[in-house]
């Protein structure tokens, strides 16, 4: 094979797998390694923003990720305790986006359409029970050690893309560090078939609560509400996981007479950090590798999709093109300064907001945010803002 014409890319969650597509797609060789034995039924982001879909048109994604979520035009900011609410319609974006909506689907449905679809294009060889183990960075190209079904081989490419998770090989391989903070408190997601709808008046499928007691995010997915919920710090695992606390919780949120379909319950600790570089040589990171934020506002997946429709087009740009290699650290400048200024800003904002716990706070934003929705430009400057829009354009602008 030509090294010269051959990317690897460490990880096939929704980063990897569109990262593959796009240079895939565009005649580049890539080898997707996969660590775990098949792709990973992911239930964590649900949330895909509006320019994400655009993206994804571009790849023929969108049309067959459409059928299998659904559609969210509106979504809300409540408070539990006193009923208010400002719902934002996404329609006043119509102007700069084909997709004025959040479309509600679960991540591993994007990455079992992007399977088949790179397995057409001929130029994607998948391998699944693939690990990344080891990474040598060499002035024209890259060595990686995969540890697979075969045992121990290395591989050699023009440049390796980490978009191997929160814990990344890759990233620990560069000795890049992680800045940040991480929360002392565990989120819960809990999913129930029950009928959310028919009990709290209005709702729509995106609902940020905020509420006296306990504020909560309830988003819904074909077939479930998805119940997010803060914890208190230094709580036992097995006691936020424990049926009978859970369904206490749920009680509290909207009471029930017969007890709760429980289909799912997840932990998660939740952090704000990012790379200190996403570049070493010849070798990038991307999505969840470069940076980790709370999943309020749904940005996490969203922006490592976002790294990868700037990166990938880079490196097609230097192996098709010969353009200069400094487009790589473009791509660090563009994507790590947005990352910081506009979804780490945003993400710790968002759960300042739903935080504030006296009933005038949360009255003021409500009532702040129904006069931003009066009037149509305020309401879509906010939610050009909250729906990425603004972090693409800034990125954009970076030189
Ligand atoms: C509760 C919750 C809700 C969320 N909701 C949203 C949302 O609505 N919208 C949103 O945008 N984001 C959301 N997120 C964030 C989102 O889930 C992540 O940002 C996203 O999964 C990152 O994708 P990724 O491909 O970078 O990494 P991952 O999805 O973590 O995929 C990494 C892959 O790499 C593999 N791997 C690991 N190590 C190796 C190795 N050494 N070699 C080979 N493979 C390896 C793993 O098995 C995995 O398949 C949410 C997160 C949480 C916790």
């Known amino acids: 094979m030509d090294i010269n014409n051959h990317v690897i890319i460490a990880g096939a969650g929704p980063v990897g797998c569109t990262a593959a597509l796009i240079l895939a797609q565009a005649g580049v060789k890539v080898t997707l390694l996969e660590s775990a034995a098949s792709l990973i039924e992911d239930l964590r982001a649900s949330t895909f923003h509006p320019p994400s879909l655009d993206m994804l048109d571009e790849l023929g994604v969108t049309e067959k990720l459409l059928p299998q979520g659904l559609i969210a035009s509106k979504y809300q900011y409540r408070d539990r305790t006193s009923g208010a609410y400002a719902e934002f319609d996404l329609g006043v974006l119509s102007d700069i986006t084909k997709h004025p909506y959040r479309l509600q689907c679960e991540q591993y449905k994007l990455t079992r359409t992007i399977k088949p679809m790179l397995e057409e294009t001929g130029n994607a060889d998948i391998r699944f029970s693939t690990a990344v183990t080891s990474v040598t960075n060499h002035a024209d190209h890259v060595e990686v050690t995969i540890d697979g079904p075969e045992g121990k081989d290395t591989l050699s490419g023009r440049y390796l893309i980490g978009s191997d998770g929160a814990r990344s090989e890759v990233r620990k391989e560069m000795n890049i560090e992680m800045e940040g903070f991480t929360y002392p408190e565990l989120f819960l997601v809990v999913s129930t078939d029950f009928p959310f709808e028919d009990h709290l008046p209005n709702l729509s499928h995106v609902n940020y609560i905020s509420d006296s007691e306990e504020w909560c995010t309830i988003l819904r997915v074909p077939g479930f509400w998805r119940v997010l919920f803060p914890t208190i710090e230094g709580t036992s695992e097995d006691?936020?996981?424990?049926?009978?606390?859970?369904?206490?919780?749920?009680?509290?949120?909207?009471?029930?007479?017969?007890?709760?379909?429980?289909?799912?319950?997840?932990?998660?600790?939740i952090h704000q950090r990012v790379a200190k570089q996403y570049r070493v040589g010849n070798v990038l990171i991307a999505g969840d590798a470069a940076h980790l934020n709370n999943p309020l506002g749904g940005m996490g997946m969203n922006g490592g999709l976002h790294d990868v429709f700037n990166l990938c087009p880079k490196m097609i740009d230097i192996i098709q093109n010969g353009a200069s290699e400094d487009l790589l650290d473009l791509y660090e400048r563009q994507r790590r300064d947005v990352t910081i200024d506009f979804i780490q800003s945003q993400t710790i904002q968002n759960k300042k907001n739903i935080e504030q716990m006296t009933q005038e706070q949360r009255l003021e934003h409500i009532d702040g945010l129904n006069k931003m929705i009066a009037d149509p430009?305020?309401?879509?400057?906010?939610?050009s803002r909250n729906n990425m829009f603004d972090a693409l354009k800034r990125a954009a602008e970076i030189t």
């Open 377 to 383: 430009a305020l309401a879509a400057a906010f939610l």
């Open 239 to 269: 006691e936020l996981l424990a049926p009978d606390k859970i369904e206490e919780r749920m009680q509290r949120l909207v009471k029930s007479d017969a007890p709760y379909n429980i289909v799912h319950t997840t932990l998660y600790n």
